[in-house]
């Protein structure tokens, strides 16, 4: 038997809300108030490390390009604190918060991160990521939006305190009507 990934049964659950309010066609004004939307996007940023008092602890900022299903191509912004661990067998924690904004500036979303990475198997220049989303409002037609997602990323450092990552995410949005 398949186990069901905690994304998927989150996007599981909203489907069968959606379809217990929707019902038959004839119960149109049973519909529920909100569009609920499969997200994807890919991005590739560049980001960088700031050392704190904490010797373990960084603070990190990206900044690029989001190619999204819903937003069109926007701008990410990131702000992380990165936790790296006392011992290697352990993952490096990022949490944080991220501004998804349209090209046109008209719109962004909120997010919130929680990630874990550890480092590449094959070069320790390389991190793998995972992170878990939630989004959590933003502004335009995005001011009341909320959702959930997965992403994957890849970080590969350039020096002790930059990095260029790309990721991958797939999720849900929900945006009242």
């Not at 004004?29 to 960084?58: D, I, W």
């Not at 995972?130 to 992403?151: D, P, R």
């Amino acid at each position: 038997m398949k186990t069901l990934h905690r994304f998927n049964r989150i996007v599981l659950a909203t489907a069968c809300a959606a379809l217990t309010f929707v019902g038959h066609p004839s119960n149109a004004k049973a519909a529920p108030p909100v569009n609920v939307k499969l997200f994807t996007a890919n991005a590739g940023s560049a980001a960088t490390l700031t050392a704190t008092t904490n010797p373990a602890v960084f603070n990190a900022s990206a900044t690029g390009v989001i190619q999204s299903s819903s937003l069109g191509t926007c701008v990410n912004n990131v702000q992380l604190e990165v936790r790296f661990p006392a011992s290697p067998d352990q993952p490096i924690l990022a949490n944080g918060t991220a501004t998804w904004t349209t090209i046109d500036g008209a719109s962004s979303l909120k997010v919130t991160v929680t990630g874990t990475a550890t480092p590449d198997p094959a070069n320790p220049a390389f991190l793998n990521v995972k992170y878990q989303l939630s989004i959590t409002g933003g502004t335009g037609v995005y001011a009341s939006a909320t959702g959930v997602a997965e992403a994957e990323e890849v970080v590969m450092f350039t020096s002790p305190t930059t990095a260029t990552t790309t990721w991958n995410m797939k999720g849900l949005l929900v945006i009242p009507r």
